[in-house]
């Protein structure tokens, strides 16, 4: 079966096609009485929208999306909340190569070899396209958990880095990069627009840190927070690997170097580190809850690769049309949408079990 659904209490299904109609999502799950319209979805779906800059696809979406039902007189009402976001500047015709030879590095063969068939047009659900319908959900999500604040950043690009010491959340939102490091963003222009002059491609990787995240959400076995983080971000189109915390750099610390130190503080248990990104066993601790997510090189791209055909026969192949030459630039606001989505689900697992 394909599953499309994510979520245990609150339950999102995503669907449509990237040259379909239209595409959204279904949010199950969500509690009554919390305020919800357009408006408050819309600027998020902007932030993902593409063709906003030379570095982005230029396929020219409004993604204005609609509700149509879940909410009434301006807040939601305890049923389901679909979300429809209608697609216009379809290109088709550009695919007609793909529909005989499969992109290395796309889904391509790997749908044909489970359906018997695909739709080429611009891969279907495998696009990057579907992520739009995930912020949308992801907007519902962050209603339900209000106080957490959610903020992702691109850290990375064709393994070009910013400066930790040079961050700057205020800068995220002053380039198209989503990048906190404006050194950092001056460079990656000179870098992505090489690679989109060359009909290439790069990858990337994406920061998220959620704050005012309460101790406790979260299951020490098969509900592990940080399980289902990972689970939700792997999740993202064109997503190749997960980070908790320090992630794989934790292997290489000794048992003191990664503990995080607790002391009394305040207002209760103080951390002097952060190593394990705000999770341990499962468990949110009220540290900030940090991820890493790592892009993969768009796989549409107008450098001829060898390939094969439907018949098994030797081919190669370029992707016309109109492609992000680094995805993970509009990753950011998946990644937060994500993040949100698991964390409401965490919220509300841990208040049917207890209370509060």
Known sequence: MSVNIFGRVLRFTTWGESHGPALGAVVDGCPPRLPLTEADIQPLLDRRRPGTSRFTTQRNEPD????????????????PISLMIENTDQRSKDYSEVADSYRPGHADYAYDAKYGFRDYRGGGRSSARETAARVAAGAVARKIV???????????????????????????????????????????????????????????????????????????????????????????????GVEIGDGFAAAALRGEDNADPMQPGADGVEFTANHAGGIAGGISTGQPVRVRVAFKPTSSI???????????????????????????????????????????DHFMLHRAQCGA
């Not at 390939?307 to 016309?320: L, S, Y």
């Open 146 to 240: 209000g106080d957490v604040q959610i903020r992702a950043w691109v850290a990375e690009i064709g393994g070009d880095a910013i400066d930790p010491a040079r961050f700057d959340a205020a800068q995220i939102a002053l380039n198209p990069f989503f990048c906190p490091d404006p050194v950092a963003a001056a460079r990656w222009e000179t870098l992505v627009d090489s690679a989109r002059k060359a009909g290439s491609s790069l990858g990337a990787i994406v920061e998220c840190e959620a704050r005012h995240v309460p101790a406790g959400w979260g299951a020490p076995v098969y509900g592990k927070l940080d399980a289902d983080l990972a689970a939700a971000m792997m999740g993202i189109n064109a997503v190749k």
């Open 302 to 344: 107008l450098v001829p690769v060898p390939t094969v055909n439907r018949a098994g026969e030797a081919a190669r192949i370029r992707t016309k049309g109109r492609h992000d030459p680094c995805v993970g630039i509009r990753g950011a606001p998946v990644v937060e949408a994500m993040m949100a989505l698991v964390l409401a």
């Open 64 to 79: 204005q999306v609609r509700i149509l039902s879940g909410v009434f007189e301006g807040q939601t009402t305890g049923t």
